[in-house]
């Protein structure tokens, strides 16, 4: 049973959805790019590599009022608190998995392994390069250095200035900072994908402005509650503008970001991943909006996928690179419905295990020792 006590957190329905979304386009483009070396789920798989940009969204959110709410309260925020409240959230989950590559090389796929240190340093994303083992962990480096800098930040700016507009500044000039260094890393890039993975995609000067919309609507809810008020109150519109700027980014990535003779476009990687970025940020505002659709709609399943989404990101990579020669060897293939459903199925059973013994202690003992103090 799920309780208030086992997750920490009360369900808010809307971003269980999102969260749930991200997690299967993740594991959808992975099934593509990993396994069936073709698109299996269709145009879902093509565009599955945006649920971690998604992930990036609600993580800025999340934290963003996490922070800001403490920081309002009488008690105040305490950095101590957070790093070691973060520490249990994250830690125990990446060490399991990260201690699965390094001794179980099949779990690799074959692919070669970045140094240990990068690893525990959160640093893996720096000049990642493409094929590498635990690839997916970029993703998990850039969040991880985001808890670091943001709480440092808003103690700096909020607790000198006493007010959100120092705030403001540093979102504005992030965000443009970002798409400038996308525009600038064109020129290392030229036509080779590789390249543009290792300096753009992987890269935390590239991707950091991905978690700020989530920032700002924390730092709106938390800051200028008349604003969001009014904002939260139009749940259709909010739902509206999410799935149009959605799906321009979409667009703009699958028709004009590459040509094989010129490279990839200036405009979508300096303008794309920002656009994204806003859309998903309306969408998880349409989340936060009673009256939206997407608040009201529970879907089944969507709550413990959103619970499981941390530990099932971690673990369905290594498990297909496990499972792809037991499929393959057995004469079921991994193209067929039946191994694409055993492999999510395999996966999402890991992944409810990973939670219940492994994720759920630390948590509880988070809620014994660093409770939260929303």
């Not at 998604?54 to 996490?66: A, D, R």
Request: aromatic share 16%; hydrophobic share 50%.
């Amino acid at each position: 049973m799920l309780t208030k006590t086992n997750v920490e957190i009360q369900r808010i329905h809307g971003l269980d959805t999102l969260r749930a979304a991200a997690i299967l386009l993740v594991m959808m483009y992975h099934y593509m790019v990993f396994v069936s070396n073709e698109p299996s789920f269709g145009l879902l798989s093509e565009i599955g590599w945006a649920g971690v940009d998604l992930f990036f969204v609600l993580s800025g959110y999340l934290i963003g009022n996490q922070i800001f709410s403490e920081m309002r309260t009488t008690e105040g925020f305490s950095l101590t608190r957070f790093y070691a409240r973060r520490a249990l959230r994250t830690l125990p989950n990446y060490y399991f998995i990260l201690a699965i590559y390094f001794l179980f090389p099949v779990a690799a796929g074959g692919n070669p392994l970045t140094p240990l240190w990068k690893f525990l340093t959160f640093t893996q994303n720096f000049d990642l390069k493409s094929g590498s083992s635990f690839s997916h962990a970029w993703s998990l480096c850039i969040e991880e250095q985001f808890y670091v800098l943001l709480p440092l930040i808003s103690l700096l700016v909020l607790s000198r200035l006493k007010s959100a507009r120092g705030m403001w500044i540093v979102i504005a000039g992030t965000m443009m900072i970002c798409a400038c260094m996308r525009f600038l890393m064109l020129d290392k890039v030229g036509v080779d994908g590789g390249l543009y993975r290792t300096y753009i995609y992987y890269s935390s000067w590239c991707r950091f402005d991905e978690l700020l919309p989530g920032v700002a609507l924390a730092l709106v809810k938390n800051y200028h509650r008349l604003v969001w008020q009014d904002w939260a109150a139009k749940g259709g519109r909010n739902l509206m503008v999410g799935l149009v700027l959605t799906g321009v980014a979409f667009i703009l990535f699958q028709s004009f970001n590459y040509d094989p003779e010129f490279g990839f476009s200036g405009f979508t990687t300096t303008f794309g991943y920002t656009i994204l970025a806003c859309g998903f940020g309306y969408l998880t505002l349409a989340a936060l909006s009673a009256n939206s659709l997407l608040a009201r709609i529970q879907i089944p399943g969507a709550a413990a996928l959103a619970i499981w989404s941390y530990a099932l990101y971690l673990v369905h990579k290594p498990l297909m690179n496990a499972l792809i020669p037991v499929f393959k060897s057995s004469g079921l293939g991994v193209t067929g419905v039946l191994s694409i459903t055993l492999m999510f199925v395999i996966s999402i059973l890991a992944a409810y295990f990973q939670f219940w013994c492994i994720e759920t202690p630390f948590m509880r003992l988070r809620a014994r020792f660093f409770s939260s103090r929303n």
